[in-house]
């Protein structure tokens, strides 16, 4: 029998139909072409039901509703054989005989199918196994589809699908079944593991679409360790394989004529013991379609093998049921109302408990426990409540509970999705006293405490949980429950003292906290420290004893330590961890619900942090629960816009949060969506040993996102992501998406993103792409004005367009004419344009700033602050002041001072062709400026290896508007 979680779920009718009997196939199937034998035994295994209902458990052999001889032609086109199981006093051969006898089981199995109390699954089965019977094969396959998707336990689910498709399939593809069937166990390669049936249908190649799929998922599923009922039922299924096996041999060698080797001979148990007297066929020759297996002659043969097979085969059954007697059904109550389950394994000793095992298990519930967690409940494997104690439902779908561990259970099921669930049988939870329960409650205002008794009052009055975990000692570095914010802390346990004595315990705690054993006081901190001046002592027998540990933590990590100095030692020491227990490792299992046999189920790993910008982005995989190789087709919907196909994912979310991970799993035509609240952020369990990636990990993940799919609040990040990771095309991507897009952003946080893409660009000298950049931010933009600045600024100063920069400013004037800053750059640059009046007009328009009468001292100081950043050659610096000083006094920019530094922050900057179109501009366009010889002279000399010829032409406007200046007369070499 099956030892993993599938067929022993078969037991119990959770999510296979109502509270009751549930048919147990325990026999394999053996198979061969024309007439075809379709040995089907089935088990009906009842626990406690109607005496007088059929298929009662105890029925040695159980009920055989096979053997059916299905009406076919051999190759030469003669009638075979036309045996209707619905015989009418024909003279039975011997073949006939033992299809007589199973006209009784036919109308038994008829009664069933029209009587009440049965579940559908199995009136299902035998309506199928009827059809077989007529000899209706197109019907086979369509009555097998539609019940397919019914939540069928999954032994029988495959046996049920190999009759189906042996019974539609065309005769060479059920003689290559049996072929390779038969050379596989004569070489030995046949598998056994936990269940024949999946081992055996993972043998067979069959059509991929009707059968190999199902196969693979169901056998894994099966096969993967996830239980165990015990070595003898195991024994048992070795035995009916081999057995099978032998009978396959004997069958074929008995008739066969062939002269190959003699193989092994087994003997089995009563009349199979006559397999003995054959040879068993060579592995290494496949039976032809001329076998003696397909001769109309070949009927005793076959007849014999058929008695054999239900004779061993229902000793068997009898072993079998007497072993599975002590694996009884849950309780009721968890046959109705509980929607979803997990199966929960427990690696613990279980021969030598001392009654305080406790585990904790944490899980995703996909939205289907209650908001509270009031419905989930932990039981045994036989459906017995445990007790148990809810840490902590959220944020998301996450939900981790403690319970105590049974004698001898290694298997749990966690239930929930119950909207009106009964209160628990289960007695009540017992103290820890394996590891440390650690539970964090909120405290309103200012709370202060003089004594460790304060505390543990205050504990017990607040009510507001912010949540609960398990520690592995007195010893915290970083709140494991999120960020710091205002509580109280309470940690509980008990202890082992190794010897009798004398104690000494010193602690330290942000921002107060004490020590209590076996409820009396030993000592209390009054805040962190680093020596152990807060002692206190006790004296202890050798043994367990209780502590607790309350502590205020004032807004603060958190962080305390407790330290103890035994009697045989003089030095202080952290307790060890294995003085408080140890918690075994507990592995969750898939996720089931009822009435589904397929179920989308989800694994959430977090695998490292990086940080930038003064944040967190985190880096998951995130895989589906199909076993691998499996054909399934898996979608994902991650939450944040961007979808994937396949299993594993690796995926990096920008930002904190609870996200809706929607995964998909098709297979075949059966498909199954579920919705997976994650909630993302540090993992703050193990920040003291943090898994942490470089930025370029992460940049490079969502360099692959469907940009315009990124949530808008979210763009910011990535732009500042990439470009801490230096990856300049994938920030200006991710910084033109961010322009353009006007709805959701937060504006302060895209524009300080933008800047910084801008600087990045510029500093490579992409100038136009900055340009480009800006202008992608539409009118309507929340970004607005502030992108219009940014805009005109890099037009004036980085690209030396003045006219497109005044024309662009001219329409964001007119819609925001109350933004002086936007005012004066439209000004800067008429008068660059060559449209002086007007530049003129808007830039004396423009109030100045402070005291009237110390504007000249002011205006002085400001630009001599412009002067020592380019002495500095600090530009970014120097840019800013600059920027404030004509902001404070926008008039100034047309004497042309102002512009004769600017023009100098921007050689530094390496942009000496704009500087040199700016120098130009102001100097043609105020040619009054006391400053205009120096501009021309310093164009002439920034384009003099860039453009020799415009340098020359400069130089000589110089001389022919100011002779007389000093500058006419230097001649550039």
Known sequence: MNTGRASRDTGRPFLHGPAGGCPRSVAVRFVVDRPVLLVHLLHCERVGRDPGVEFQAGQVGGLLLGAIAVQSRDPHGETVTGVNPHLNGTEPSGELRVLKGLERQVNRARRVIRGRGEPLHLKLLLHLVLVLADGQRERALPEFQQIDLLPWPQDLAIDLHLAAVVAVAQPPLIQQVLDLLIHRAGAGTLPVEHHPQPCIARSLVLEPDLAQARYRILGDRVGNGQGDIGGEVLEVATRIVQGIQNLVYAGIGRKSGRAGRRGRRRRLPGRCARADQYQQADPQKPVSHGSPLTNRHNTATLVMVAEMMRTWIGMALAWTAALLAAHAAPAASYEEGWGCRRPISVEWNVERPTGDEIAVAEFLTAGKALPDGGDIRVTTEQGRDVPQRLLMVGPGDRARVLFALSRGDRRYFVYFGNPKPPPSKAPEMPPVRNGLLLEMKRVAGSADALSVEQIQRLFEQSTDVIGRTMIDRLYLGLNPLGEPQSAVVGISGAFFAPIDGTYTFAVSAQQRGGLMIAGKSVCFAKGPIHD??????????????????????????????????????????????????????????????????????????????????????????????????????????????????????????????????????????????????????????????????????????????????????????????????????????????????????????????????????????????????????????????????????????????????????????????????????????????????????????????????????????????????????????????????????????????????????????????????????????????????????????????????????????????????????????
């Open 532 to 973: 152990t001046r807060f002692r206190g002592t006790i004296d202890l027998k050798r043994g367990k004893h209780e502590v607790a540990f309350y502590q205020l933590t004032g807004g603060t990590d958190g962080r305390m330590s407790v330290v103890w100095q035994r009697p045989d030692t003089q030095k202080f020491d952290l307790i060890p961890a294995e003085s408080f227990g140890t918690l075994p490792k507990v592995s969750v299992g898939p996720l089931e619900q009822r009435g589904k046999a397929l179920t989308a189920d989800i694994v959430v790993e977090y695998k490292g942090e990086a940080f930038f910008a003064n944040r967190y982005s985190h880096r998951y995989v995130l895989s589906s629960t199909v076993p691998k190789g499996s054909p399934a087709k898996i979608e994902w919907e991650l939450g944040d816009g961007q979808t994937a196909t396949g299993s594993p994912v690796e995926h990096v979310y920008l930002a904190d949060g609870v996200y809706p991970v929607k995964v998909t799993v098709r297979l075949g035509t059966t498909t199954d969506t579920q919705t997976f609240r994650v909630a993302v952020s540090r993992d703050y369990p193990n920040l003291d040993r943090p898994a942490t990636d470089q930025p370029s990990v992460h940049s490079a993940i969502v360099a692959r996102y469907t940009l315009a799919a990124i949530p808008p609040q979210q763009l910011p990040w990535a732009v500042l992501l990439h470009n801490r990771a230096r990856q300049p095309d994938a920030m200006l991507e991710a910084a033109r998406q961010l322009a353009s897009t006007t709805r959701g952003l937060d504006a302060n946080q895209a524009i300080a993103a933008l800047r910084e893409a801008a600087d990045d660009l510029l500093q490579r000298g992409r100038i136009d792409e900055v340009v480009k950049m800006w202008a992608a931010c539409p009118a309507d933009s929340p970004l607005q004005p502030r992108a219009a600045r940014e805009h005109g600024q890099a037009l004036l100063w980085n690209a030396g367009e003045f006219a497109a920069a005044a024309a662009m400013l001219e329409g964001f004037v007119k819609r925001f004419g109350g933004d002086g800053d936007l005012k004066r750059l439209y000004g800067q640059a008429l008068v660059l344009s060559q449209k002086a009046a007007e530049g003129r007009k808007v830039l004396e328009s423009l109030p100045a700033e402070g005291n009237p009468q110390r504007r000249v001292a002011i205006s002085g100081a400001m630009a001599r602050t412009v002067e020592y950043y380019i002495k500095d050659r600090d530009w970014e610096a120097g840019n800013r002041q600059w920027d404030r000083w004509q902001t404070q006094f926008p008039a100034d920019f047309l004497e042309g001072y102002s512009v004769l530094l600017r023009t100098q922050l921007m050689e530094i900057q390496g942009m000496t062709a704009a500087a040199a179109k700016v120098a130009e501009a102001f100097a043609l366009a105020v040619p009054q400026s006391s400053y205009a010889p120096r501009l021309l002279d310093r164009a002439s000399r920034l384009l003099e290896k860039s453009d020799p010829a415009r340098s020359k032409s400069l130089r000589q406007i110089l001389r022919q508007k100011y002779p007389e200046d000093p500058l006419a007369q230097e001649v550039l070499k």
